[in-house]
């Protein structure tokens, strides 16, 4: 198994242009979570989904992101219209829903996100 | 509300001395307690986990309730230890859902 899988790794963009980040979780994990990581900030969780269905996304900054999970092998986080403080890396992570010693996430490469 | 708090941005050690990234959380419950690891140019990894009291590359870390932190420790650091290493706490009920704390970068000096 190639594990998470981010597209693009990298982005350039100018501000006010629409971004897409993609993801395609681990086969059979029934959990995925984005969070963006920041110098500032470090690791935070955006939003995430139990069997493709938003379950909390108190994290998401503002009405400019969105994220979809279409089917139980791809996701993705929009951001439109995309400003300069959105630069980060955005890392998609899954995961099996079980806890205790089981549980563990597997994170993707990230997508490291530039707006000018 | 759940916080996880790691005071140390940068943590810079010699080769051989001890190291200890230190890790606060609050959280009224039983938390499930882990650090992931982040070295250059590889993913965000399961580094250990509290349930499992298991030691990992020579790093431990003990829950404890009464100070409510779980400190990673370990008693001779390597080059290769350097990394960005998160503190992340799950609540024991949660769906799977882990708050991270901000990390603190580990440099080992030669």
């Known amino acids: 198994d190639a594990g998470v899988i981010q597209s693009p790794r990298h982005e350039v963009t100018e501000m006010g242009q629409e971004v897409t980040l993609r993801c395609k979780p681990i086969s059979g994990h029934d959990y995925l979570f984005w969070y963006r990581q920041t110098m500032m900030r470090g690791l935070e969780l955006l939003i995430y989904f139990n069997n493709n269905v938003p379950i909390d996304d108190s994290g998401m900054p503002e009405d400019r992101f969105s994220a979809k999970m279409p089917n139980a092998s791809f996701s993705t986080l929009k951001i439109q219209p995309s400003e300069p403080r959105d630069s980060a890396v955005y890392f998609c992570?899954?995961?099996?829903?079980?806890?205790?010693?089981?549980?563990?996430?597997?994170f993707g490469p990230g997508t490291r996100l530039t707006v000018t | 509300a759940q916080r996880v708090t790691q005071p140390e941005k940068l943590l810079s050690v010699f080769k051989g001395a001890p190291v200890e990234l230190k890790c606060n959380y609050s959280?009224?419950?039983?938390?499930?307690l882990f650090w992931y690891v982040q070295y250059s140019r590889q993913r965000l990894q399961l580094l250990l986990r509290h349930i499992s009291r298991e030691s990992i590359k020579g790093f431990t870390a003990d829950l404890n309730k009464g100070e409510t932190s779980f400190h990673l420790k370990k008693p001779f650091a390597q080059e290769e230890d350097s990394a960005m290493y998160y503190c992340a706490l799950m609540r024991n009920s949660s769906a799977s859902k882990i708050i991270f704390g901000s990390g603190t970068r580990l440099s080992i000096r030669p």
């Open positions: 959280y009224s419950g039983s938390p499930e």
């Open positions: 992570a899954s995961s099996l829903g079980t806890q205790g010693t089981l549980y563990e996430q597997y």
